[in-house]
């Protein structure tokens, strides 16, 4: 499987007076660095010590880096200060935003993320960190800055009727024959998502933790919504699927809503792997290539059996 990573900076790239402005939020001087590698963005992703011993994890970015990492930078700063102490995420330290850099600091919850393919036990972590964060009412303080989740979706969910407007020469002969109906159910797919509840929205491995204490938490919220929570199992599997382990959870929701879920997602998939890749991103097309064929193999057997997880 491909994994998609980041032209990651180091800590030693920040600015200085960005360092520093970390430093003051935690109220101590850093004397202990480890930069971390993966994930979607070119910002700095450091482990970080101080002096007394307080431990943090610090991400940053610049408009230089990538644009648009800035920008859901300070999103996630938004919801992760008004997400709810039930929710399984780390608690955020402080913000340094100076027009240019942004840098969030979190608390550094320790562990590493599941392995690949996934294991049954941390498999089965994830699902009850997922259950634990449906079960949390939305306050209204949160809700007011969250998108619905369908809304926020819609323009992704209908690559399909992208591809099939400018279809590239290298369709599948599958997809070709199957066009039409998955350009519908991806025009229907936002539209099963509604709901009352808080999701997360970009459920994979790497934004996921396994503690010392065996249990999950969920990082990296930018893409945090309100909908239904069915949607971050579905992205697990889809995870699942793509690393591979022969495992599973059921979704209550219609299995007619996961097709047409599934189609949007694939896709979503399918089209953004033709664009060119984004600034600091190299390898991030490959990785959303991929994925649509993931979903698509998936795709092909519901549409023989609509009932299968």
């Known amino acids: 499987m491909v994994t998609a990573a980041g032209l990651r900076i180091g800590w030693d790239d920040l600015p200085r007076p960005v360092r520093l402005a970390v430093e003051d939020i935690l109220g101590d001087q850093i004397i202990d660095v480890r930069s971390q590698v993966g994930g979607f963005s ?24 990538n644009e648009r990492t800035v920008e859901l930078h300070r999103r996630e700063a938004l919801v992760a200060a008004a997400l709810p102490a039930e929710v399984p995420a780390p608690a955020l330290r402080g913000v340094h935003d100076d027009g240019e850099w942004i840098a969030l600091v ?69 997809t070709v024959r199957h066009l039409d109906q998955l350009r519908d159910l991806g025009d229907r797919a936002a539209g099963v998502l509604t709901g009352d509840r808080l999701v997360h929205a970009d459920i994979r491995a790497d934004n996921l933790v396994l503690r010392a204490d065996d249990a999950v938490t969920i990082v990296d919220w930018p893409w945090a919504s309100v909908g239904a929570t069915w949607f971050d199992r579905l992205m697990l599997l889809v995870n699942v699927r793509c690393y591979g382990g022969q495992l599973s959870t059921g979704i209550d929701a219609d299995p007619d809503d996961i097709t047409a879920v599934l189609a949007g997602v694939a896709g979503y998939f399918v089209d953004a792997a033709r664009q060119p890749p984004p600034p600091g991103l190299p390898t991030v097309r490959a990785f ?19 009932d299968s997880t």
């Open 106 to 174: 979190f608390e550094d919850v320790g562990g590493r993320c599941p392995r690949t393919p996934w294991v049954a036990a941390e498999f089965a972590a994830a699902v009850t960190a997922l259950d634990q964060l449906a079960a949390v009412p939305v306050p209204g303080t949160l809700r007011r800055l969250l998108p619905d989740l369908g809304v926020m979706l819609a323009d992704d969910l209908d690559g399909w009727r992208r591809i099939a407007d400018d279809p590239p020469g290298d369709l599948d002969a599958w």
């Open 288 to 306: 959303q290539a991929a994925q649509g064929r993931v979903v698509q193999d998936w795709l092909r057997q519901r549409f023989e059996a609509p």
């Open 42 to 65: 070119p910002g700095t992703a450091d482990r970080v010590v101080t002096a007394a011993g307080r431990r943090a994890f610090v991400k940053a970015a610049s408009p230089g880096l």
